[in-house]
């Protein structure tokens, strides 16, 4: 989230769940940033398929030209990666960061549509492939950024030591060695 408040060229949202933690989310933001011009959407009901469309249909129907979703799975991804991805919407139609494990760290487009996401089944490391067989079968014109790590697992964690603070590591470990359902 920091490093998209010093994107050019951006406004940004941040689309939530659950969807009734609104002030939690947004205090949290508050006390960590201080100020945060962006602004805080719940997110839509459905799987990840139906929650990705509906955050680029939202960003959309405001009147955005590019709509572009990050994850928030790849804390080390460099400012930079980002802003290219930005600035590859206004000579392509679509933009994917690919991550290790087959899925993307971030999707961008000009134009949102359902079909995007047929079919793509999370967590099955085909989303990539899936969701750029989709883009290209629509016609659209995909950039392609660098691949770049995503923490998913605790398997992902040791790529993370020593390139965060050692608090946010610590943190994000917990919440991953949690047994699931927790």
Known sequence: LAKSL?????????FYLPRDRGPAVEQLVMSRFGRFEGRFVPQAAGDLSARLHAALAHLHGLGYERQFVLGT??????????????????????????????????????????????????????????????????????????????????????????????ADYQRLKSILMEPKGA
């Open 6 to 14: 010093r994107l050019h060229g951006a406004d940004v949202f941040v």
């Open 73 to 166: 799975d790849s804390p080390t991804l460099p400012l930079e990666i980002i802003q290219r991805g930005v600035d590859s919407l206004s000579d392509h139609d679509a933009v994917l960061g690919p991550s290790w494990n087959g899925a993307y760290y971030l999707i961008g487009l000009t134009q949102p549509d359902a079909r995007i996401f047929a079919d793509v089944a999370w967590g099955s490391g085909m989303e990539l492939s899936r969701t750029f067989a989709n883009l290209t079968g629509l016609g659209r014109k995909v950039a392609m950024l660098p691949r770049w790590q995503d923490v998913d697992s605790p398997d992902d964690l040791p790529f993370l030591e020593g390139q965060v603070r050692t």
